[in-house]
Structures are given as structure tokens and as C-alpha cells.
């Protein structure tokens, strides 16, 4: 068998000073002398036919030839970590950490007797949830931040079960004067200021839904939307999972759109990767699919 000539530990350099666009950053980004760096670097460029990075200024660019090999390199070093990764969930019993990502969209309150029944079968695991929006809820699991994700879309790659439906719906309080008619058209509807949730992802801004209001505030979660929209401040669009013990003591009001106005939208139930989920990650996912679709 021929043994590669070049190591792990070169690919690594050469990515962190593309990744980081620059030795000192990416010297710093993997802990190492700027010199070693350098080195690694230098002896991959000698080792290859073509050189993959040449120096342009005091920034180090690309070359044709190493754009093709940045991908392929990018690819060897995720699948060394994923086999350490897979070696490290053999040698566990079961996880110290699950964690899960869960859309806004859906009340934590819901997932009280999954994560009760989880916590008597493993009760040494902790459990971290991140409360996500948006395009951060697709963020959580493309970045393998979460090993579960409760999300609206499934990104191309990975599979996910639908486990809910939200439907979504236009309150107010009940002293707003857009209530001073029986119902409002789209067009009156964007006079008054509207309440939008803010996308907790940090690299892709993402809108959805009704968003024509002349005038808009923006918050972090649902829970302030309605503080804000019983304060009379606002309307928004909401969950009816959301709002729905308020409509029904009075204290939201559900506005009539003329024309109507319908809006559900999907859960999933995802893996990060479920061929490295340990036995503690399993089985939640295994219980919240059984408790959310039941």
C-alpha cells in the first residue's frame, strides 16, 4: 500500500490560512508558531506539482489548482474528525451532554414530559437546549452545534420526520383600534405597527411571513411579542400554540383579515448525524418523535 506523502497536519495549515486569510491568524486559530505554520505550508506547495497558495501582497491567495484541492481538503479533515468522533461515542456508556435545538415556533412547555421521560432513563446526561429562529435553527445543525433539531425546513443532506404543524394567526389586544372595524383589509392592515421575530442565525438573515407594515419593531421571542401586543403596542403574527389560553381569557384578540389568512407551518425532527448519535441522543430523539406525533 502507498502511504500519502503529505500529513493530516499540512491540509490543516493550508485550510486555516485560506479559512483565516492570513499565517499569523491562522497560526493563532491552531495554536501553533506562524513559523510552523509557514512550514507546513511551504513543504505541501514543494510537495505538489502546482503550488496551492502564492503570497500576494501580505496576503496569501488561492491559486487555481488550490481552489479544486481547498474542497477536497476540506473534506479529508472532516472525516478525520468524524472518525475520532465515532471512536470517542464507542467508548462512552452513553453522552455526558445532549443538545437540542428547538424552534420558537414550538413552546418548550411541550416537550415537558418528553424530556421527564428522558431524564429517569438517563439521568447522569445533561441536557443543553438552544432556543432558536429562523435561519438559526438550520444554523444549529449545518454547524453541528446541535445534536438534535426540532426546525421548519430540512437542508439538503439530512432527513427529518414532521412531528407538528403550527398554524399561524394575526392578534392584537383587544383595545387596539384596528378592532374599531369588523375586519381589515391587507392594505389598512400595514398602517399600524406590526411585531416581528428577530432571526437568531448569525451568518443568513432570513424574513418570513406577513411582513408589510409600514412600521415594524423587532424582538428576540415570542414571549416578548406578546408582552408587546397585550400592551396594545403592536400586532403580530403568532403561533395559536402561543396565544391560544390568552384568546381564549380575553386578553388576545385574533384579528379578522379580510379575504382570510392562513398560514401553517411544518416541524421536523432532526439528527446532526445519526450514525455518530450515542444512546442518550437516540433515545430522545426516539421519545420526541413518539410524544410530538402521538
Known amino acids: 500500500m502507498k502511504l500519502p506523502r503529505i500529513g493530516l497536519d499540512q491540509w490543516l495549515a493550508f485550510k486555516a490560512v485560506v479559512d483565516c486569510g492570513s499565517y499569523s491568524l491562522a497560526a493563532e486559530a491552531l495554536n ?5 505554520v509557514s512550514y507546513a505550508v511551504s513543504r505541501l506547495n514543494d510537495q505538489l506539482p502546482r503550488p496551492v497558495l502564492e503570497v ?30 465515532l471512536a ?72 427529518g420526520e414532521q412531528v407538528r404543524t403550527v398554524k399561524m394567526i394575526p392578534v392584537a389586544s383587544p383595545d387596539h383600534p384596528i378592532f374599531q372595524q ?14 416581528v421575530l428577530r432571526d437568531s442565525g448569525q451568518r443568513t438573515q432570513q424574513d418570513s ?12 421571542h415570542f414571549s416578548s411579542s406578546i408582552s408587546v401586543i ?35 407551518i411544518p416541524l421536523y425532527l432532526m439528527h446532526a448525524n445519526r450514525e455518530l448519535a450515542g444512546p442518550a441522543t437516540r433515545a430522545l430523539g426516539d421519545i420526541l418523535q413518539q410524544d410530538l406525533t402521538g
Open 88 to 159: 470517542r461515542s464507542m467508548a462512552l456508556e452513553f453522552e455526558a451532554e445532549v443538545t437540542l435545538a428547538l424552534d420558537v415556533l414550538l413552546e418548550i412547555s411541550q416537550l415537558s414530559c418528553s424530556l421527564e421521560t428522558f431524564s429517569h432513563r438517563f439521568p447522569h446526561t445533561r441536557v443543553r437546549i438552544l432556543e432558536t429562529s429562523l435561519s438559526g435553527t438550520q444554523e444549529a445543525l449545518l454547524e453541528r452545534q446541535a445534536n438534535l433539531v426540532i426546525g421548519a425546513s430540512v437542508p439538503v443532506g439530512f432527513h
Open 56 to 85: 500576494v501582497g501580505r496576503k496569501a491567495e488561492l491559486t487555481a489548482e488550490g481552489e479544486v484541492l481547498y474542497r477536497h481538503a476540506s473534506q479529508l479533515i472532516k472525516q478525520a474528525q468524524t472518525m475520532e468522533e
Open 32 to 36: 501553533k508558531s506562524q513559523s510552523s
Open 182 to 195: 369588523e375586519t381589515v383589509s391587507e392594505l389598512e392592515l400595514k398602517s399600524y405597527r406590526q411585531v
Open 209 to 220: 411571513g406577513w411582513l408589510e407594515a409600514e412600521q415594524r419593531w423587532t424582538v428576540s
Open 230 to 264: 397585550k400592551a396594545g403596542l403592536a400586532f403580530g403574527f403568532l403561533p395559536l400554540n402561543w396565544v391560544q389560553t390568552a384568546l381564549e381569557h380575553g386578553s388576545l384578540r385574533q384579528i379578522a383579515i379580510s379575504g382570510g389568512y392562513s398560514r401553517t
